[in-house]
């Protein structure tokens, strides 16, 4: 299971994200498989696109990611879209459970 906050443009609480996984019961533990699988695709990253899929785990807005990391939002928003294309992944959800079985 993952909760994750999730702000408004002035950096107010809106909700939390909660997300399930149906675990099948004949498949590895996710302690293994799918933690070692995501653990490898993060590793995979440049520094600068782990350091905001870590704050996009967080649930960091764009605007939050770029005062932290000191870049443009722009420059974020272009790094959190590489990051969804190079993991294969279509949503911001998939993204932050993939960076919470990595460990991050």
């Known amino acids: 299971m993952l909760v994750a906050p999730l702000y408004d443009e002035e950096d107010r609480l809106l909700y939390f994200l909660g997300s399930q996984v149906e675990i ?30 870590k704050f996009v785990a967080q649930g960091l807005l764009n605007k939050q990611i ?23 992944l279509t949503t911001t959800a998939d993204l932050i459970r993939l960076a919470v079985e990595a460990g991050l």
Not at 29 to 37: A, G, L, V
Not at 45 to 50: F, M
Not at 69 to 82: C, D, F, Q, W, Y
């Open 24 to 53: 099948d019961t004949n498949a590895a533990p996710p302690t293994s498989m799918r933690r070692i699988r995501a653990a490898e695709m993060v590793k995979a990253l440049s520094p600068r696109q782990g350091q905001v899929l």
């Open 66 to 88: 770029a005062a932290e990391l000191g870049l443009a939002e722009k420059t974020v928003k272009m790094h959190r879209a590489i990051l969804m294309d190079r993991l294969g």
